[in-house]
């Protein structure tokens, strides 16, 4: 946040900070089985990990807790007419599903935010964009036969990082088929290759799905000098990726966004990223922040891979989908 005050972010008019309230269990039970949310509550009173890449304790579960708050808190904002766009700092916890927790994730607060947006507010169509270096296994899985959400994920080859999965070919299943939509990335993707797919693929399905709000969730674990991703983006390409979000919201439902930054491995990159992503989102036309490091050069097979799996994706979503050529086959009202 600091970073974010030095750039003069918090003079603007235009933001408004404001201090979100702890989920309640109500909320979680919205999406998780009871069983899992009273194993976290136990794991964290005794202090024990649920493996061995998700520690639990009371901090981790209040800081939880808080953060799943803060993306209630935004969604409230946005469709209470207090805000057109609000960003839930933190979290991104894609890796949770309905009775599992997993690579630092414990619950979702994407999927608690798309559940208390329906209870609340009768939405019924959404678009979560997961512009993660990881595939969000959890938010797919919780939403894979729901055909009112609308989950688009690009992220790098799962054959190259954890969690192992998000091919092409995983499209949704029974009701929700043609709802998941992946797009992995080889390592070395760097800005323009990555905006070409986000172009080809984010665009026009959400032009005909017209969700009534898109919810996008990501943080800086993209960027070239990240600590555990392989992508070559650039703080200027989490901008432009940013805008693009904003430009697309504008188009299809009346500019509603919440934008959840969380993730990412360099603590000198982590700042600049999100402050990127908030900066498009919020409408600003130019950054003046620039990578700290040399960007290294995409390999030359990167374009030629990704046109190929934008091609595979076109042809294996065109049944359902008439912005790829097909008929369409979206049931929701």
């Known amino acids: 946040m600091k970073f974010f005050e030095n750039q003069g972010l918090f003079k603007l008019s235009e933001i408004v900070l404001v201090e979100p309230q702890p989920a309640s269990k109500e909320e979680l039970l919205r999406v998780h089985d009871e069983g899992y949310v009273d194993l976290i509550f136990r794991l964290a009173k005794e202090n024990k990990p649920y493996d061995v890449e998700t520690p639990v304790s009371p901090e981790i579960l209040e800081a939880a807790m808080l ?42 607060d994407i999927a608690v935010l798309v559940e208390h947006l329906r209870a609340n507010y009768n939405v019924k169509r959404f678009l979560i964009l997961d512009y993660d270096v990881h595939f969000g296994n959890g938010t797919s899985d919780i939403y894979y036969h729901d055909p009112s959400v609308l989950y688009i994920s690009l992220h790098q080859d799962p054959r190259t990082i954890y ?26 993707t760097s800005d323009n290759t990555y905006l070409y797919a986000l172009n080809e693929v984010l665009v026009p399905l959400a032009e005909e799905f017209k969700p009534e709000i898109i ?23 989490f901008f432009r990726i940013s805008q693009l979000i904003k430009e697309t919201a504008d188009k299809v439902c009346d500019g509603k966004v919440v934008l959840i930054p969380g993730s990412g491995y360099n603590p000198q990159v982590l700042p600049m990223c999100w402050y ?3 900066a498009g989102v919020v409408g600003l036309k130019e950054i003046h922040v620039e990578d700290p490091y040399p960007l290294p050069k995409e390999p030359p097979n990167c374009i030629r891979t990704v046109e190929r799996t934008v091609d595979e994706l076109k042809r294996l979503l065109r049944r359902y989908w008439s912005c790829f050529g097909g008929f369409g086959l979206n049931v929701v009202p």
């Open 67 to 108: 953060i799943v708050g803060g993306a209630i808190r935004c969604g409230r904002a946005v469709f209470s007419g207090e805000a057109k766009r609000a960003i839930s700092i933190g979290g991104g916890y894609h890796h949770a599903g309905r009775n599992y927790g997993g690579g630092f994730c414990i619950f979702n």
């Open 163 to 188: 969690p192992g999965t998000g091919f092409v070919e995983q499209i949704g299943e029974d009701a929700g088929e043609g709802y998941n939509i992946n797009v992995p990335l080889p390592p070395g």
């Open 215 to 237: 919810i996008a969730n990501g943080g800086s674990d993209a960027h070239f000098a990240d600590m555990l991703g392989d992508l070559n983006l650039t703080v200027n390409g």
């Open 276 to 278: 990127a992503l908030v």
